[in-house]
C-alpha cells in the first residue's frame, strides 16, 4: 500500500500548497534559463537551491518544474555524491547528454544537507559543473546557509520555501480525506495540523493513521493524554499536600499511569514541595520504592507493587504534618526526554569510539570513557 | 629499529605496541614464563590478571604473533565480554570461529576472552563449559581486573599470571622511546606528572603524550598539567556543593548533566562521591555519616532499579550536611 504521502504528492505547480512565492520564482528561473554557450560564466545563476524545513515541499516542488516543462527528470540524492570522482562519473554525463526525443532535462540533487563534510571537492566540483550545465540544476536543503554550501551559494539562485500555516495543512487533510473516504474530527485535525508544525508530510502520515481508528478510539488518543496529566497533577497535589489517611492508599487508582511514570513525576517534585529534613526523608522513601522496583523486575515477583504503592502516596503524605493549602505548579518529567535526546547526540560519539576500541584493543565502554582524550587524539591526526 | 615499528597506526599506543617478548617493559618473571611456554608450541588456557594499562592485552597479541607468526589475523580471535552482548553471543561467535581448524603447524587456534570479569558468575558457568567443548581447538586466554571475580572452575583450568603495576622507570622507558622517535623534548618533571595522571596506565600514557604533543612537541610540565585537567571527566565536586548549599535542584541538574555528557554509570558516580567527601569542608563527624549514607546508596543501586533515584536520595543527604555547617 502506497502511503498517503505518496499518493497526493504534488504533480503540477497549481497543487502546491502555500509556496507561491516560491512556485513563480522557479517558473521565471526555468523560463530564463540561459544556455551556458549564451553566457559568459558568471553572469547569471544557473543553479537553484529550494530550502525549508521538511515537508514544506521542496521536491514536490522540483518534480513539478519538470512535468509543467515537460522536461525529464534525473534525481540523485547528495549524500551518493561522497567524493569528487563520484560526482563526476554521475553528473557530467546527465549535464552533457542531450535527452532521448529532445525533451528538455531538469537536474535534482536532493537532500544538499547530506552532503557532508566528508565530501572531498565535491561541492567544488559541483561549482564547476553548474557552469558547464546545459540543464538546469535544482538542489534542496533544510538549511541553505551551512557553511559547507557557501561556496555554492554564489552560484546559485536562494528560494526558500515556508513553513506551512496549519490552515493549509488542514485544508489539504481534509481534501485527501475526502478522495479516500475516511473521517476524522474535526477537533483532532486541528490538533494534527498544529502539531505538526508546518511539516505537511508528518500531518499527512499521521492523518492516514488516525483515521483507521474508530471515531470513539480516535477522541480517547487526543484526549487521553490530556486526561493523564491533568490527573497526576491532581494526584501529586494530594500526596503532596494533604495529611495522610487511609484514603491517601487508593489515591494511585485515579490514574492510569505505570507505577515507573508516576515515580519519575514524584522524583521531578518533590523539592518544589519539601526542603532539607522532609526533602530527605521523601527522597528516602523514594529510594525504598526504587529498591522493591529493582526486585520486581529480577525476581518477577509483582506482590512488591504494594510497598512501592504505600511507600509513593501515604508514605510521602506522612511528611504533612497538616493540610496545605498553598498552590505549587507541578513540573513535567523531563528527565526520560533528556536522556533520550542524549543518547541520539552520542550515538555519532559512540561510532568513533567503537571504530577506535577496536583498533585499540580495548572496549568500547571504555572508549566511551576516555573519549575527551581520545578526541584530542584524533584531532591532531592529519591523515584520514 | 624501525622495523618493530607499525607504521599503519597514527595512535601511537598501537604504533609503539610491543610486538615480541623482549619489547614488553615490566612484568619480568610474567614475560619469562609465557615466553617459553608460547616457545614450546603449547599453551594451556591462560588467566592474565591485573589493573588497566599494564600489558595484558599486549602480551596476549604477541603471544599470537609469536605462534602464527603472519597468519596470525586467521588464527585469532578477540572479544570484550563488556561489550558483547551476554553469554549466548560470545558462545555463538566462538562456535563459528573454533568450527575450522587453525592453519600450520600450531595445532590450536586462540581466543582472547578482554574484561572476563565483567561476565556474571551464571555466564562464566557457560563460558567454562564452552572452553571445554571447543578445547581440543582452541586455547582461550581471558584478561580480568581482578581474578577473585572469575569463578573457581575457570581459574583451575587456567594457569594464572598477576600483572603489577608498571613503576615509573618502566612508564619512563616506553615514553622516552617514544619521545625519542617522535623528535619531541620532554622537561624532565614531565615524567612524575604523567605517571600521576594516569595512575600508572601505560596506555593512558601513552595518550597524554600524544596529546600533549599535537599541540607542541617540547613537553613542560604545565602543558601536561593542564591536558589532564582538560581530560579529566568534569568534576562532581560542583554537584555537591550546589547540594550543600542547599540548591538541591541544582545540583540534581547538574549531576544529570555530568552522566549523560561523560555517560557515567551510576556506580562510577557514587565511587566519586566517596572520594570527594573527604576534600569536602565538614566536620569529621558528618564525613563519616555521609560516608555511610554513600555506602547504603552504592549497595541500593544495585538493589534497585533506577540509579539516579538512589543519586538524588544521596544528594538529599548532602542537603542534611549543609544546614548543619551553617
Known amino acids: 500500500m502506497t502511503t498517503w504521502a505518496e499518493k497526493y504528492r504534488p504533480i503540477y505547480f497549481e497543487d502546491i500548497r502555500g509556496q507561491e512565492e516560491a512556485v513563480a520564482k522557479v517558473i521565471d528561473f526555468i523560463k530564463n534559463f540561459p544556455s551556458p554557450r549564451e553566457t559568459p560564466s558568471g553572469l547569471k545563476k544557473r543553479a537553484i537551491i529550494l530550502y525549508g524545513s521538511a515537508g514544506t515541499g521542496k521536491t514536490s516542488l522540483a518534480n513539478a518544474a519538470a512535468k509543467e516543462t515537460n522536461s525529464e527528470i534525473f534525481e540523485l540524492n547528495a549524500s551518493d555524491l561522497r567524493n569528487k570522482p563520484q560526482l563526476k562519473e554521475t553528473l557530467k554525463p546527465a549535464i552533457e547528454q542531450r535527452s532521448l526525443l529532445k525533451k528538455g532535462k531538469i537536474l535534482l540533487i536532493d537532500e544538499m544537507d547530506g552532503i557532508a563534510g566528508e565530501d572531498r571537492g565535491g561541492i567544488q566540483e559541483l561549482v564547476e559543473l553548474i557552469e558547464l550545465s546545459e540543464y538546469p540544476i535544482i538542489m534542496t536543503a533544510n538549511d541553505a546557509w551551512t557553511k559547507k554550501l557557501s561556496p555554492l551559494r554564489k552560484k546559485c539562485e536562494i528560494i526558500q520555501l515556508k513553513d506551512l500555516d496549519y490552515k493549509i495543512v488542514k485544508d489539504v487533510l481534509i481534501k485527501i480525506l475526502r478522495k479516500e473516504k475516511k473521517f476524522i474530527d474535526n477537533k483532532i485535525l486541528t490538533e494534527i495540523a498544529l502539531k505538526t508544525k508546518g511539516d505537511l508530510r508528518a500531518a499527512i502520515n499521521d492523518a492516514q493513521t488516525i483515521s483507521k481508528l474508530s471515531s470513539e478510539e480516535q477522541i480517547k488518543t487526543l484526549f487521553d493524554e490530556r486526561n493523564k496529566e491533568e490527573n497526576i497533577l491532581d494526584v501529586l497535589k494530594k500526596i503532596f499536600k494533604l495529611k495522610a489517611s487511609n484514603e491517601t492508599l487508593r489515591t494511585f487508582d485515579q490514574v492510569d499511569m505505570k507505577t515507573d511514570e508516576i515515580i519519575l513525576w514524584v522524583e521531578k517534585n518533590i523539592p518544589l514541595e519539601y526542603r532539607d529534613k522532609k526533602l530527605a ?104 | ?209 600524544q596529546s600533549t604533543a599535537a599541540i607542541s ?105 549543609g544546614l548543619g555547617k551553617k
Open chain 2, 1 to 209: 629499529m624501525n622495523k618493530e615499528i607499525d607504521h599503519d597506526s597514527s595512535i601511537w599506543t598501537e604504533k609503539y605496541r610491543p610486538k615480541e617478548f623482549s619489547e614488553v617493559v615490566g612484568q619480568n618473571d610474567i614475560i619469562k614464563r609465557v615466553e617459553s611456554l608460547t616457545k614450546a608450541m603449547n599453551i594451556p588456557h591462560l588467566l592474565f590478571a591485573g589493573p588497566a594499562g599494564v600489558g595484558k592485552s599486549t602480551l596476549a597479541l604477541v603471544v599470537v604473533k609469536e605462534l602464527f607468526k603472519n597468519t596470525w589475523k586467521e588464527n585469532y580471535l578477540e572479544l570484550n565480554a563488556s561489550d558483547e552482548r551476554g553469554i549466548n553471543v560470545v558462545r555463538e561467535k566462538v562456535k563459528s570461529f573454533a568450527r575450522t581448524k587453525s592453519l600450520g603447524k600450531v595445532p590450536f587456534k586462540i581466543i582472547f576472552l578482554d574484561e572476563a570479569d565483567a561476565l556474571t558468575p551464571e555466564a562464566q558457568q557457560a563460558l567454562r563449559r564452552t572452553m571445554e567443548n571447543y578445547s581440543s581447538g582452541c586455547r582461550f586466554i581471558l584478561s580480568c581486573n581482578y581474578s577473585s571475580k572469575i569463578i573457581d572452575p575457570i581459574q583451575s583450568r587456567c594457569a594464572i599470571f598477576r600483572f603489577k603495576l608498571l613503576e615509573k622507570k618502566d612508564i619512563e622507558k616506553v615514553l622516552q622511546k617514544i619521545a625519542k622517535n617522535e623528535n619531541l623534548t620532554m622537561h624532565p618533571d614531565v615524567l612524575e606528572i604523567i605517571y600521576e595522571g594516569s595512575e600508572g596506565d601505560c596506555r593512558r600514557s601513552i595518550n597524554l603524550l
Open chain 1, 281 to 384: 526523608k521523601a527522597y528516602e522513601l523514594l529510594s525504598e520504592t526504587d529498591i522493591f522496583n529493582g526486585r520486581i523486575y529480577k525476581q518477577q515477583y509483582w506482590r512488591f507493587l504494594v510497598y512501592e504503592n504505600i511507600f509513593l502516596s501515604y508514605g510521602i503524605a506522612s511528611l504533612n504534618k497538616e493540610n496545605k493549602t498553598n498552590f505549587t505548579k507541578y513540573k513535567r518529567p523531563t528527565r526520560v526526554l533528556k536522556i533520550w535526546m542524549n543518547n541520539l547526540k552520542i550515538a555519532k560519539k559512540k561510532t568513533i569510539a567503537e571504530k577506535y576500541a577496536k583498533h585499540s584493543h580495548i572496549s568500547i565502554k571504555k572508549a566511551m570513557k576516555e573519549f575527551p582524550i581520545i578526541k584530542l587524539l584524533i584531532n591532531s591526526n592529519p591523515r584520514r
Open chain 2, 217 to 321: 612537541p617540547s613537553i613542560n610540565p604545565d602543558l601536561v598539567s593542564t591536558m589532564i585537567a582538560n581530560t579529566k571527566p568534569k568534576d562532581i565536586r560542583v554537584v555537591l556543593d550546589y547540594a550543600l548549599a542547599g540548591d538541591f535542584e541544582n545540583s540534581r541538574e547538574k549531576l544529570l548533566d555530568l552522566m549523560l555528557k561523560e555517560s557515567i554509570s551510576g556506580q562510577d558516580v557514587v565511587k566519586a562521591i566517596q572520594k570527594e567527601i573527604w576534600n569536602l569542608a565538614i566536620e569529621p563527624e558528618i564525613k563519616v555519616k555521609l560516608t555511610e549514607k554513600t555506602g547504603e546508596i552504592e549497595f541500593r543501586i544495585t538493589e534497585g532499579s533506577d540509579p539516579f533515584i538512589q543519586l538524588q536520595s544521596l544528594l538529599a543527604s548532602f542537603v542534611l550536611a
